[in-house]
């Protein structure tokens, strides 16, 4: 067959996609311009002398690392959650209570806060055995609130709206995790094992099962695949990873307050999969890391920021799905012809 | 190989299915026949689990699927396709193909945390997803789209989305296959092949039962063994197809002249 009598939506004619065909160049490319992008980012502090960059750009790698994760709840199991940033902070209230309270060194907490944030998901994915889509997202929404207040109100363990202050410097292996060039590559860390995981986790039958049940759970049923197991595995993954992001937080950031958790965090980590294209990896880091860095650079502009992340949402909605992604990402997502990324969530 | 008990199904007094007995042997292809509401499709959804009956029992090789999921008849063997296409038109043909193949290689055994050991790496993970990829490439070659292998699906014409439905369908080598009008919707051209298709790889098991439910008269002759004429849920005749085929009045009665249209077109 010739090229030209059928191409790919792209453009790009079907055979070159073929696995080992001459996609694999376009691939090799696209390794190569991940590997300089990681080797900057583990280079920046060297040559960054602005503390207030450093830190701008941990808190935009620790983003980059929450939208990774949820990922799968969102892009590939398609559970319409708006409970990833409560997740996150399961994660790191139990990281701060143990460290601060209970004297619990931090790589058990650290551990703990994972399971928390899985049993978190676990909890929230009840619901999926009675409702989908949007009204997934109401009961999402409910616990976000229900949680929140919980962080709010029960000070014997949360101390409160004034939450943790004078966290003890934490440290892994002897390395200490807080401190300014400490907490970045903390933070970096925690993104490309984040990233590495779910890339890895991408390509086995588990997440394919979860695309099928995201599109038709009728027919992925039909070909023996147990739905609700796999959407409660999304969610235990997705919650396992926020919870890991909660403790890393503890670890380079000094305070922990109800404030970070509210709706509006869940909400915006939502927004990012979305406009990252919802099953799209790099999509995910591209969106949620280059929205944070643009609203931490431009904070001076914070009252517009909101109108234009709302502008982004309505090209999203309108381009079903996938805004940088399609533009981006969306080169380097394709991997054996695969893509995933310019379809809109499915009731 | 397959066997139905007197299944009766009624949606909110309409009756569906009114005790229609029904058996396929190993190895047989056996056809169902009837115009439009005859119980066709409720049958089918009966058979596959995906529809509760108010009475009568399926009986899968001899154990009863009364109660269980689809998941759970999958797993017992027993594959369907649907009338109207029901691929995962996002991801890859080659994609489909291995979310057909799901069961072999994750939970057909509990193995439930497959995915553990092949996104933490491990030789023997990447060599189960190396043969997984090459059984599905052998598949996708059989029914003639290998060359469409990482093509989404949306892009695919209609006649090749039935060819990649029925490779997934047949994919775990199920022992019992249910055909829902697979030809529906084909050019003749296309038809004609895709009954070549289903001759040459669905039916290719000796051991396979086969039960196709189908409008093209003509094709449900040609290539089944046994076939059962179905008019208001109930079974109005059975036979071979020589017997169905020379009785041109029981079509032209319980068909109606659809049937004998539809005859005259295939």
């Given at each position: 067959?010739?090229?030209?009598?059928?191409?790919?939506?792209t453009?790009?004619?079907?055979?070159?996609?073929?696995?080992?065909?001459?996609?694999?160049?376009?691939?090799?490319?696209?390794?190569?311009?991940?590997?300089?992008?990681?080797?900057?980012?583990?280079?920046?502090?060297?040559?960054?002398?602005?503390?207030?960059?450093?830190?701008?750009?941990?808190?935009?790698?620790?983003?980059a690392?929450?939208?990774?994760?949820?990922?799968l709840?969102?892009?590939?199991?398609?559970?319409?959650?708006?409970?990833?940033?409560?997740?996150?902070?399961?994660?790191?209230?139990?990281?701060?209570?143990?460290?601060?309270d209970?004297?619990?060194?931090?790589?058990?907490?650290?551990?703990?806060?994972?399971?928390?944030?899985?049993?978190?998901?676990?909890?929230?994915?009840?619901?999926?055995?009675?409702?989908?889509g949007?009204?997934?997202?109401?009961?999402s929404?409910?616990?976000?609130?229900?949680?929140?207040?919980?962080?709010?109100?029960?000070?014997?363990?949360?101390?409160?709206?004034s939450?943790?202050?004078?966290?003890?410097?934490?440290?892994?292996?002897?390395?200490?995790?807080?401190?300014?060039?400490?907490?970045?590559?903390?933070?970096?860390?925690?993104?490309?094992?984040?990233?590495?995981?779910?890339?890895?986790?991408?390509?086995?039958?588990?997440?394919?099962?979860?695309?099928?049940?995201?599109?038709d759970?009728?027919?992925?049923?039909?070909?023996?695949?147990?739905?609700?197991f796999?959407?409660?595995?999304?969610?235990?993954?997705?919650?396992?990873?926020?919870?890991?992001?909660?403790?890393?937080?503890?670890?380079?950031?000094?305070?922990?307050?109800?404030?970070?958790?509210?709706?509006?965090?869940?909400?915006?980590?939502?927004l990012?999969?979305?406009?990252?294209?919802?099953?799209?990896?790099?999509?995910?880091?591209?969106?949620?890391?280059?929205?944070?860095?643009?609203?931490?650079?431009?904070?001076?502009?914070?009252?517009?920021?909101?109108?234009?992340?709302?502008?982004?949402?309505?090209?999203?909605?309108?381009?079903?799905?996938?805004?940088?992604?399609?533009?981006?990402?969306?080169?380097?997502a394709?991997?054996?012809?695969?893509?995933?990324?310019?379809?809109?969530?499915?009731? | 190989?397959?066997?139905?008990?007197?299944?009766?199904?009624?949606?909110?007094?309409?009756?569906?299915?009114?005790?229609?007995?029904l058996?396929?042997?190993?190895?047989?292809?056996?056809?169902?026949?009837?115009?439009?509401?005859?119980?066709?499709?409720?049958?089918?959804?009966?058979?596959?689990?995906?529809?509760?009956?108010?009475?009568?029992?399926?009986?899968?090789?001899?154990?009863?699927?009364?109660?269980?999921?689809?998941?759970?008849?999958?797993?017992?063997?027993?594959?369907?396709?649907?009338?109207?296409?029901?691929?995962?038109?996002p991801?890859?043909?080659?994609?489909?193909?291995?979310?057909?193949?799901?069961?072999?290689?994750?939970?057909?055994?509990?193995?439930?945390?497959?995915?553990?050991?092949?996104?933490?790496?491990?030789?023997?993970?990447?060599?189960?997803?190396?043969?997984?990829?090459?059984?599905?490439?052998?598949?996708?070659?059989?029914?003639?789209?290998?060359?469409?292998?990482?093509?989404?699906?949306?892009?695919?014409?209609?006649g090749?989305?039935?060819?990649?439905?029925?490779?997934?369908?047949?994919?775990?080598?199920?022992?019992?296959?249910?055909?829902?009008?697979?030809?529906?919707?084909?050019?003749?051209?296309?038809?004609?092949?895709?009954?070549?298709l289903?001759?040459?790889?669905?039916?290719a098991?000796?051991?396979?039962?086969?039960?196709?439910?189908?409008?093209?008269?003509?094709?449900?002759?040609?290539?089944?063994?046994?076939?059962?004429?179905?008019?208001?849920?109930?079974?109005?005749?059975?036979?071979?197809?020589?017997?169905?085929?020379?009785?041109?009045?029981?079509?032209?009665?319980?068909?109606g002249?659809?049937?004998?249209?539809?005859?005259?077109?295939?």
């Amino acid at each position: 067959m010739t090229p030209s009598i059928l191409q790919s939506r792209t453009g790009r004619a079907v055979e070159s996609a073929r696995p080992g065909g001459v996609g694999r160049r376009g691939g090799s490319r696209a390794v190569w311009a991940v590997a300089v992008l990681v080797a900057a980012c583990y280079l920046a502090p060297a040559f960054l002398t602005s503390v207030f960059q450093l830190q701008v750009l941990t808190v935009t790698f620790l983003n980059a690392a929450l939208t990774v994760g949820a990922v799968l709840a969102l892009g590939y199991a398609g559970l319409l959650t708006l409970s990833h940033g409560t997740l996150y902070g399961v994660g790191a209230y139990i990281t701060a209570s143990l460290i601060t309270d209970h004297g619990v060194p931090f790589p058990v907490a650290f551990l703990l806060a994972g399971v928390g944030g899985a049993v978190g998901g676990l909890v929230l994915g009840m619901a999926s055995k009675r409702v989908r889509g949007d009204y997934f997202a109401l009961v999402s929404l409910a616990f976000t609130i229900a949680v929140y207040e919980l962080m709010l109100h029960w000070d014997a363990v949360t101390h409160g709206a004034s939450g943790f202050f004078g966290i003890p410097v934490t440290s892994l292996f002897g390395v200490q995790l807080s401190g300014f060039s400490a907490g970045y590559y903390t933070c970096l860390v925690l993104l490309t094992l984040t990233t590495l995981f779910v890339w890895r986790f991408s390509r086995t039958f588990a997440a394919r099962a979860m695309l099928a049940v995201r599109f038709d759970d009728f027919a992925a049923e039909s070909m023996g695949i147990n739905a609700f197991f796999t959407r409660q595995l999304a969610m235990a993954l997705s919650g396992a990873l926020a919870g890991f992001a909660g403790a890393i937080l503890v670890a380079t950031a000094v305070f922990v307050a109800p404030g970070n958790f509210n709706l509006l965090a869940s909400f915006n980590i939502g927004l990012w999969v979305i406009i990252g294209g919802m099953a799209s990896i790099p999509g995910a880091i591209a969106a949620g890391g280059l929205i944070t860095l643009l609203t931490e650079e431009f904070r001076f502009l914070s009252h517009v920021s909101v109108g234009l992340l709302g502008v982004l949402v309505l090209i999203a909605v309108y381009t079903r799905g996938g805004v940088l992604s399609d533009l981006v990402a969306d080169r380097v997502a394709r991997r054996h012809g695969r893509r995933l990324t310019s379809e809109a969530p499915r009731a | 190989m397959l066997e139905c008990r007197e299944i009766s199904k009624h949606f909110a007094g309409v009756v569906a299915l009114d005790s229609v007995d029904l058996t396929v042997g190993a190895g047989e292809i056996v056809g169902i026949i009837g115009p439009n509401g005859s119980g066709k499709s409720t049958l089918v959804n009966v058979i596959s689990g995906f529809l509760p009956p108010d009475g009568g029992e399926v009986l899968l090789g001899g154990e009863s699927l009364s109660g269980l999921s689809p998941t759970a008849v999958r797993r017992r063997g027993l594959a369907r396709t649907f009338q109207n296409l029901r691929l995962i038109e996002p991801i890859s043909v080659l994609d489909n193909l291995l979310v057909g193949l799901h069961l072999k290689y994750t939970n057909n055994n509990d193995r439930y945390w497959q995915w553990l050991p092949a996104t933490f790496g491990g030789r023997r993970a990447r060599q189960v997803d190396r043969e997984a990829r090459e059984l599905a490439h052998r598949m996708l070659e059989e029914v003639g789209l290998d060359h469409l292998a990482s093509e989404r699906v949306s892009n695919l014409p209609y006649g090749q989305k039935k060819r990649l439905e029925l490779a997934r369908a047949v994919a775990l080598e199920p022992r019992m296959l249910l055909l829902d009008e697979p030809t529906a919707g084909l050019e003749p051209t296309e038809a004609h092949e895709l009954v070549r298709l289903i001759v040459d790889v669905v039916a290719a098991s000796a051991e396979r039962g086969l039960l196709l439910i189908e409008h093209r008269l003509e094709m449900v002759l040609d290539l089944c063994d046994r076939v059962i004429v179905l008019d208001s849920g109930r079974k109005v005749a059975e036979g071979s197809s020589e017997a169905i085929a020379g009785d041109r009045d029981v079509i032209r009665v319980y068909v109606g002249d659809e049937g004998v249209s539809d005859a005259a077109e295939g």
